[in-house]
């Protein structure tokens, strides 16, 4: 099932860190070691059956070029833009990137593109997980096994090998309880850092137009029956137009006068790839010929992801963002 994935919902989207560090007897850990070891199983019983009710299974680790890291994961259903390393080398350029393939058996189940951070004066280094580690097919019956044995074989390599802080940020859930974040706490993550803006909107695509209608806010449903009578025309268009786009969104932080925290630098990377599936689809509200908002939506995996918007002054009278959001829920079903 696909979501489309916005701001504002509350969600468990915290930064979780778990460190190996070396102590004397008499003097405590600060954070907790890694608990437990990692079993392997080599018997020839299904995953789940093998490991039901535990963890302690041994996958495979591959850490590969960032060119072969996007052509793989392109077809994960839990993919997302931050995990690109074309993202990350942009976003990021500072740190060093290790993407991580995990496998079982010789089958690649999920991966992490992780982050090294050295601290000053060569004290020690930070690796970083963000909305990671992903799984290849989120809807196996053994998804939570498969993702907590991903976590282990990377507390025990960034952990308990090179001695680093591991900070985990994990996917934000469908659910109000966010089952990844409290197996990391099982695990025995402590929860570090929170986002600036953890609010997330999480849409369900897959339902028809009366009944997502009939979902959306009464003040929301009049601000988009108003907004189809404006005569506003939708737009899908190709990634030669992205100039447009990108005037739009000057003009409007421009116009606005804020400080733009983003990632917007990333966008000629994501639009000039050739790998299709990771491209970002861009969309185009215009009235009379005018173009008057538009938004870029990440679509790879079994989410989608509201990147950009932009929109000029003419934009809110017009109610163009409902419009606009509206029919990119339904062209994304």
Avoid at 8 to 20: D, F, P
Avoid at 44 to 59: K, M, N, S, V
């Amino acid at each position: 099932m696909r979501h489309l994935l916005c701001c504002n919902r509350k969600l468990l989207t915290l930064g979780l860190y778990l460190a190996a560090q070396k102590c004397s007897e008499q003097e405590a850990p600060r954070w907790p070691l890694s608990p437990t070891a990692l079993v392997h199983d080599d018997t020839d019983t299904p995953l789940q059956q093998r490991h039901a009710g535990t963890t302690a299974i041994q996958l495979e680790t591959r850490i590969v070029s960032g060119e072969e890291w996007d052509r793989t994961i392109a077809g994960f259903d839990e993919v997302c833009q931050e995990q690109l390393h074309m993202f990350a080398q942009t976003r990021w350029p500072a740190v060093t990137q290790e993407p991580m393939l995990f496998l079982d058996r010789g089958e690649i189940v999920g991966g992490a593109l992780m982050m090294i951070q050295r601290l000053p004066l060569g004290i020690g280094a930070i690796a970083i997980s963000k909305w990671a580690p992903i799984v290849r097919h989120g809807a196996r019956a053994d998804r939570d096994i498969i993702h907590a044995a991903m976590i282990d074989a990377l507390v025990a390599e960034y952990a308990d090998k090179r001695g680093q802080l591991l900070s985990v940020l994990p996917r934000a859930s469908l659910t109000e309880t966010n089952e990844d974040y409290e197996r990391l706490i099982a695990r025995g993550f402590h929860r570090g850092s929170v986002l600036g803006f953890p609010n997330r909107y999480i849409v369900n695509l897959r339902l028809g137009d009366a009944e997502q209608r009939k979902s959306l806010h009464q003040k929301w449903r009049y601000h988009l029956n108003k907004s189809e009578k404006e005569g506003l025309s939708f737009e899908h268009a190709g990634p030669e137009q992205i100039a447009e786009f990108d005037a739009l969104y000057t003009a409007m932080t421009d116009r606005k006068q804020f400080t733009d925290h983003s990632a917007y630098e990333t966008v000629s990377s994501l639009m000039g790839t050739d790998i299709d599936a990771l491209r970002p689809e861009l969309f185009f509200i215009r009235h009379e010929d005018e173009l008057v908002a538009g938004a870029l939506i990440f679509k790879a995996g079994d989410r989608a992801v509201y990147l950009y918007g932009a929109t000029n002054d003419r934009a809110l009278p017009l109610r163009a963002g409902y419009f606009m959001h509206w029919h990119i829920i339904r062209w994304l079903r």
